[in-house]
């Protein structure tokens, strides 16, 4: 495999998930994880396959204050914040026949094992999107891949996650 050649995605599964689902891991997501509310991280697009989110520049969040810079460290958590969603997401889709509660009751059981971001470009714009997508789920382990995006498109951080689901 060559170095440009993409990686594989998991198999995008044929589920649309109801209204309830989509609210109850916003409410989760946005408002129970009160670091997430800090960071204004908000999802835009919640998907099995792919989720995506955006954070608006706030001077809070300012890493480098003579470059008005956004600090490595929103990035990271973001980045992160975002890989548990895309695994919550395949979750939900794979156990459609479960209640509602149920499904968003496993959010609680998942957790970060291992992180790694790429810091490829500086984190300067209004606002910046944030797009996660599982590469695997086990029934253990899932492993994602994220990535950190200017209000332009341009890609200026990427991840790899690995997350304890069970």
Do not use: C, W
């Not at 670091?35 to 995506?52: C, D, Q």
């Not at 209004?126 to 086990?138: D, K, P, Q, S, W």
């Amino acid at each position: 495999m060559s170095n440009n050649t993409p990686i594989p995605a998991i198999t995008p599964v044929e589920v649309e998930f109801e209204a309830e689902f989509v609210a109850g891991l916003k409410l989760i997501f946005e408002e129970k994880i009160s670091f997430n509310r800090v960071l204004g991280l908000k999802i835009t697009s919640l998907m099995p396959e792919r989720v995506v989110g955006r954070i608006d520049m706030n001077p809070q969040l300012v890493g480098h204050y003579s470059h008005n810079r956004l600090h490595g460290g929103v990035i990271s958590a973001g980045l992160d914040a975002m890989g548990g969603l895309a695994v919550m997401a395949a979750i939900g889709a794979r156990h459609m026949d479960e209640t509602l509660q149920q499904r968003l009751g496993r959010f609680s059981k998942l957790g970060t094992i291992d992180l790694r971001i790429d810091y490829l470009r500086p984190g300067l714009g209004t606002h910046f999107e944030l797009r996660a997508e599982v590469m695997r789920l086990g029934s253990r382990v899932a492993s994602t891949r994220m990535e950190f995006l200017d209000s332009e498109g341009k890609l200026l951080s990427t991840g790899a996650g690995a997350y304890i689901v069970s």
